[in-house]
């Protein structure tokens, strides 16, 4: 039987929900559930992995090799080490390592089972050795080219349709849990790859479903393991007073200054891209000793420790907030600046996604901003990420619900403020943007 979720012509056009009283699109969603269960057991694998990895090439390495701890130049030669293993990967691997994050979250659809190694291989030089970018895109790939591959061993007749539902299920179940809450990555799935109207619905119900049993193994392992679910989460919110005509105001501040950031890391990280791809293996090496370099200057200039710039940054959020009173405006522009110029280096060569370095960058210029008067720490905090994310991801809808949501109850208060400077920073950074090449007419 085919799994095609497609009703005839003349039934669809008379009623458009037909679709999902066939059998096919039943036995689509039991397909869904079950690809779900291992997709998910893979990605946390996956993350467990990126964390041991970062834990022995920061802590163990050094230890081994005789020094009492981290020297503030080690990330220098190991991000070079990482951007040969990268340029490799990307230069005799099929699929050039994956996406590039350097062109935001866009949807490419599932990479081919050869193509998978180099994504994973890609993936993990990249983010366990300290590259200023996320494990959301790798996610994406990993649920769903194994969702697809999976679905084929099972159903080698399957339709192209089916296939490609199974493969967004694959990629929702894979991040099921990686941005707090499955809906998160719904919606960030949903907005990446513009899917509207019924194709939404078509796609959204088995997506969720795979979403909402992938959760449940995160949080299962995560307690079996004792690793937790590599969640995106905070437990140190400050309360956030009601929004007022200073705080608007500043969300205006808030989403012009997001916007040309944003605009900055992105067409720098572009420009580098291109000369990156010329060569290759050598250029990625220079990109990782940049990358080694800005983490280095913020180490020596704060004296706080390198890991501050270095990695995504979805793990340093919560303490980020915490400590925010023991952080000087001094120490945290320095931040901001290292963390961007790493990240606009790792944008342009390494493999991984832009979500979380993005939501750093925002979050640590919203507390420095919060020393002004007028702005509440919670309200900067919220808006910086907010109003960053859209700058780098161009998903309205997207980067609202990850600073409102992510705040838990002070989320509801700050949620009006948000909405203006993601808005702002969105419209601004559009309007910044080149215009599309348009194709001039043959003459010929």
């Known amino acids: 039987m085919s799994t095609e979720p497609a009703a005839p012509p003349a039934t669809a056009a008379a009623d458009p929900f037909a679709l999902i009283r ?69 230069r005799h691997l099929p699929g050039k390592g994956g996406h590039r994050p350097a062109d935001g979250m866009v949807s490419t659809g599932a990479p081919s089972a050869a193509e998978l190694p180099g994504v994973v291989m890609a993936a993990l030089a990249s983010l366990g050795v300290g590259a200023v970018l996320g494990p959301e895109a790798p996610l994406i790939a990993l649920g769903g080219g194994l969702a697809v ?36 990555g719904a919606f960030l799935l ?26 449940l193994i995160f949080t299962g392992l995560g307690s079996w393991t004792g690793r937790g679910t590599y ?17 608007f105001g500043w969300a205006l501040v808030v989403g012009l200054a997001a916007a040309l950031v944003g605009t ?4 720098l990280a572009r420009f580098l891209q291109e000369r990156v791809e010329r060569r290759t293996v050598v250029a990625t090496v220079v990109m990782g000793l940049v990358v080694g370099v ?17 990695y995504s940054g979805e793990n340093a959020l919560d303490p980020l907030l915490a400590g925010s009173a023991g952080y000087p405006v001094g120490t945290l522009v320095v931040l901001v600046l290292c963390k961007a110029m790493a990240y606009c280096a790792s944008l342009s060569s390494f493999r991984g996604g832009p979500v979380f370095p993005a939501m750093f960058v925002g979050a640590a210029g919203g507390i420095a901003l919060s020393h ?69 007419p043959d003459r010929g």
């Open 22 to 90: 066939t059998r096919g699109y039943a036995l689509l969603l039991v397909m869904a559930a079950g690809i779900g269960v291992p997709v998910s057991a893979v990605a946390f694998g996956f993350l467990a992995l990126v964390h041991e990895l970062q834990s022995l090439t920061y802590h163990d390495l050094p230890r081994a090799l005789g020094f009492t701890g981290t020297p503030s130049w080690w990330p220098v030669p190991l991000l070079a080490v990482a951007g040969l293993l990268v340029g490799l990967t990307i």
């Open 149 to 184: 591959y999976a679905a084929r061993l099972v159903r080698p007749d399957i339709e192209p349709g089916a296939s490609a539902v199974l493969g967004a299920a694959g990629s929702f179940a894979a991040i099921s849990a990686l941005l707090g809450s499955p809906l998160l």
């Open 190 to 215: 949903m907005e990446a790859s513009g899917l509207a109207g019924m194709m939404l619905g078509m796609v959204l119900v088995p997506g969720l479903l795979a979403s909402g049993v992938g959760a």
């Open 231 to 247: 969640s995106l989460a905070l437990h140190h919110v400050p309360r956030a007073p009601g929004p007022d005509i200073a705080q």
């Open 264 to 267: 900055g890391v992105q067409r």
């Open 294 to 310: 800005a983490a280095l200057v913020y180490a020596e200039s704060t004296g706080r420790d390198a890991s501050g710039v270095l």
């Open 372 to 440: 002004l008067p007028g702005l509440g720490l919670t309200s900067g905090f919220a808006m910086g990420i907010g109003a960053m994310c859209v700058a780098m991801l161009k998903l309205p809808m997207t980067s609202v619900l990850l600073a409102t949501l992510l705040l838990g109850s002070e989320g509801l208060t700050v949620m009006p403020l948000v909405i203006v400077s993601v808005v702002v920073s969105y419209v601004v950074t559009l309007r910044l943007a080149p215009p599309p090449a348009v194709a001039r």
